[in-house]
Every structure is written in structure tokens, then in C-alpha cells.
């Protein structure tokens, strides 16, 4: 609860309520105390109070013309009279006038925390049912923006709801790209988010240059002409959607979209079947070394829709076909990286052309490379089986590292970095094991002799086979022969 209005002549009896309400349990952000019932209206004609307690026989004001006063504003507090007389007629009167409670002198601790309570459930029952109705008002309104048919009776719906707004007024409607919640700030603008694509302001023509220097500073925004009533919303609507599509052509901060810019906007003629030829192209050169064939075709339309050759809505179409064939061509590498481009195929969500054209183009440029490196990463394991397969088939010949990268075609550093990313260990401990595990099947299922077994494995030096052999399984060739044959009794 924010503001309690507690209204009494007696001061003793003031700040007893006032000790009361703070002891309650409920918490209460501000107390306001006032002495008599004209002090309590200029409270009220100045600020909003949740609960008000009021005593009825008061100096200069009374509690019942200071409730009857209250009735003619739109927003008002949950009321409580505190009386002396129990006068029944008093309390018939104060309930008639919306009076949740009317409680009789003396009061005690008891009486006021259980009203606090009951305020505090009722406060948030409002606020609640004014939440629901304020997102059916934002629905109902983005309906009637968007809709090709409206319905006098929808049109009406909504002109109840904000018949005290200055929608009944003059107004304009903003179209820009904001990043906000859904608000109203009074009578002065109320925002949407996401109409059709795009985020208005709905704003009193008084409080234009207001929402521009406080919300605006960093958009570019396009303003319909005045406009009056609800039946004029979806006209509004359009017009700030073309004002919005002229800032982000030229990068213009404000638009106002007045009749001559309106008659300017004639259709613009479709672009030819090679230009989507050249839009396919983009798409399937990317990760080749033509990307930037690519980055310059998205830079001239960018430049065309900058002059005026190539309407905006034209544009967006492309940038999203061409986006939509991106993701089918390359589903797999966006989903290995995370990758998303959802956010590229609005391009108003943006603020100009220029940012969205850098923002798409170095998004590609990035793509490009982790495209390329995928690439590279299938090759270079390509290239790696190939050598596995050819150490196997040459292991008994004299074998190194050189003889391999060569005949494989890659770079000799190259060779063994990638070599031992895919094999898990280094050429040389690769090769050596591969003769050994022959070796030992050679010692375990022939009668070959030793320096026959050394040269079958490819070393031609026996003693350095025998060596090799000891420090990797920790006997002589001769001991491993031994201790198979034994097992085998």
C-alpha cells in the first residue's frame, strides 16, 4: 500500500490511528495527516491515496461534503468514516456514496488491522482486475490498428474504455523501435509494444515534443498526422508506419507523415527474377571465397533503399527470403553454433538502414568464417583418415612423418597439429604402437625369429626394435614369445 490519508480535528485521535495503521502488519509507504476536510481535497486533487480514513464532524469541511466532493474525481480512495454518533441515516449516506467502512468512536488496535487487511486484499483485487483490463484495452487496440475489417461495435468497446483519455481528444500515433514495457503514463501517451511488427507511442498532440526529448532521443520515429476519435486509429496507424519506413531509409530522427508524403508513396515495381538470381547466389557463396560478392550486393540494396530506389517493405521482403534460405541451407552449422536470425529478419527492429545493413553484413562476414572453419575442420579429418589408412598399409616400410604429410598434401606443421587433434596422440607414438600391437600378434601366432618380426614391422635395425619393444611392454620380444607359450599349457 503507498499512501494512507488519515483526516481528523483532534490530533490525539489522529495520531492514535496513525500508530494503529503502522502496528497493522500492512505495510504503508506514506501517512498523510490533515486537520479538516478542505485540507484532505487539495491532498486529493494532488496526489493519489490508496485508503483515507475521515472523521464526519470536522471544521471549514465536514467528512460527508468532503466525500461528496470526492465523487467528481475519477480516481478515488478506498474511504473509511470514523464517527462519533451512531446515527444510522450517517452510515446510509456513506455507504450510498461508496464508503467500504464506517466504523463508531472509540476505536481500537483491533478494528483498524482488520480493515487494513481487508483494504490491502481490495487494493489488490483492483489492481489486478485493472491489469486484466488494461491488457484487453492494448489487445483491442492493436486490433483495431492491424485488422483490415473493424466493426462499429469494436471501435465503441474501445472508445468506452479510454473515454477519458485524451484518445477522445486530438492525438498522434509514434511508430519507432523502443525497447520498453507496455504503459500508460497518464493522460499524456501510451505505449504499445510489437504492432504489427512495429512499437507505437499513442500520444496527446500537446505532449508530442515532451515524448520526443525524454523517450525518443535515440530512435527514429515516424509521426501519422492528428487524428481524432478511435474511428481514426487504424489511419494514424498507417501513416506513422510510413513516416517510420522514411527515418529508417534516411536516417531522418523524426517524420511527420503529412499528405504530400503520403501521395509520394506510390507502389514500387517488383524486383526482376535476375536480381533474385544475384539474392540466391549470396546465399550459396557464403563460406567460398566470394562472400564479399555477397556483403555487396546486401551494401547496394542498402544504398538503393537510401535513394529511394527500392521501397523499404521491398527490402524487408528480400532480407527475410534470403535469411529463410540461409537457415534451410545451413541448419546443421547454425545449430552447432547456436547461431540465430530471428532478430536479422525484422529489420525495424533497428533503428536505420545503415545499422541494419552493418549488422547483417558483419553477421555474414562472422558466418562466412565459421562456415569456412567447418569446412576446414572436414577436410582436414578428410585428410587424416586418409593418412591413417595409408600408415596402415605402409607400417613395415621406413616411415615417417614427411613421407605422410606429403602424400597427403598438407603443410608438414600443419600435418602434425591436426594429426594429433584427431588421433589423440603424436605421429611417432601413433606409428610406434601400430608396430607393436603387429609385433605382438606376429610373436603370438608365428614361428618368425626376432630380426624377422623387426623387419616385418619396418625396423631394420633389430637391437633398436628390441629396444623400442622393452620400453613399451616392459620385456624383450624374446620374454613376451616365453610367457604366451606358457600360458597356453
Known amino acids: ?224 498526422q492528428p487524428v481524432s476519435g478511435i474511428s481514426s486509429l487504424k489511419k494514424a496507424y498507417e501513416q506513422a508506419v510510413l513516416g517510420r519506413h522514411e527515418a529508417f531509409a534516411r536516417a531522418i530522427k523524426v517524420v511527420d507523415c503529412n499528405e504530400s508524403y503520403m501521395k509520394k508513396q506510390t507502389e514500387h515495381p517488383k524486383m526482376a527474377e535476375e536480381e533474385n538470381r544475384r539474392l540466391e547466389s549470396a546465399v550459396h557463396i557464403l563460406g567460398t571465397e566470394r562472400v564479399e560478392e555477397a556483403v555487396e550486393l546486401i551494401q547496394d540494396y542498402g544504398r538503393q533503399v537510401q535513394n529511394g530506389a527500392m521501397d523499404t517493405d521491398e527490402f524487408a521482403q528480400r532480407m527475410h527470403l534470403m535469411l529463410e534460405r540461409i537457415a534451410v541451407n545451413y541448419e546443421n552449422a547454425l545449430k552447432v553454433r547456436k547461431e540465430s536470425i530471428l532478430e536479422l529478419q525484422d529489420i525495424y527492429r533497428y533503428q536505420t538502414i545503415t545499422e541494419y545493413v552493418n549488422t547483417l553484413t558483419d553477421w555474414m562476414r562472422r558466418f562466412h568464417d565459421l562456415i569456412s572453419e567447418e569446412f576446414d575442420d572436414y577436410k582436414n579429418k578428410q585428410k587424416i583418415q586418409q593418412a591413417v589408412s595409408y600408415i596402415h598399409e605402409n607400417y613395415n616400410k621406413d616411415l615417417n612423418m614427411a613421407v605422410v604429410s606429403n602424400y597427403i598434401s598438407m603443410n608438414y606443421s600443419l600435418f602434425s597439429y591436426v594429426f594429433k587433434q584427431y588421433t589423440g596422440t603424436n605421429f611417432v607414438n601413433f606409428l610406434k604402437d601400430l608396430r607393436m600391437q ?52
Do not use: W
Open 1 to 224: 500500500m503507498n499512501t494512507v490519508l488519515i483526516v481528523e480535528d483532534e490530533k490525539m485521535i489522529r495520531q492514535g490511528i496513525k500508530s494503529m495503521i503502522q502496528r497493522s502488519g500492512v505495510p504503508v509507504q506514506t501517512i498523510i495527516e490533515c486537520s479538516n476536510g478542505q485540507m484532505a481535497l487539495e491532498v486529493l486533487q494532488s496526489q493519489q491515496i490508496d485508503v483515507m480514513f475521515t472523521d464526519i464532524r470536522m471544521p471549514k469541511m465536514d467528512g460527508i461534503t468532503l466525500v461528496q466532493e470526492m465523487q467528481k474525481f475519477q480516481r478515488r480512495p478506498l474511504t473509511v468514516v470514523i464517527s462519533g454518533y451512531d446515527d444510522f441515516s450517517y452510515a446510509v449516506e456513506m455507504l450510498r456514496m461508496g464508503v467500504k467502512e464506517y466504523i463508531l468512536k472509540p476505536i481500537d488496535r483491533e478494528q483498524i488491522m482488520s480493515i487494513m487487511h481487508k483494504m490491502e486484499d481490495e487494493l489488490t483485487h483492483i489492481k489486478e482486475e485493472q491489469d486484466t483490463l488494461r491488457q484487453a484495452g492494448y489487445q483491442q487496440l492493436r486490433f483495431l490498428c492491424t485488422s483490415e475489417k473493424v466493426s462499429a461495435e469494436d471501435e465503441e468497446l474501445t472508445g468506452r474504455y479510454y473515454q477519458d483519455s485524451f484518445l477522445q481528444g486530438e492525438y498522434e500515433v509514434c511508430c519507432c523501435s523502443y525497447d520498453g514495457e507496455e504503459e500508460e503514463q497518464g493522460n499524456s501517451y501510451l505505449y504499445l509494444h510489437n504492432v504489427g511488427g512495429y512499437d507505437l507511442f499513442l500520444i496527446g498532440c500537446e505532449n508530442k515534443e515532451f515524448l520526443i526529448r525524454n523517450e525518443l532521443r535515440n530512435c527514429y520515429a515516424g509521426f501519422s
Open 438 to 489: 603387429e609385433a605382438k600378434r606376429l610373436l603370438e601366432t608365428s614361428d618368425m625369429r626376432v630380426n624377422e618380426i623387426s623387419q616385418s614391422v619396418g625396423y631394420e635395425n633389430e637391437k633398436h626394435f628390441m629396444k623400442i619393444f622393452k620400453a613399451t611392454l616392459g620385456v624383450s620380444p624374446t620374454e613376451y614369445r616365453k610367457s604366451i607359450q606358457l600360458k597356453g599349457e
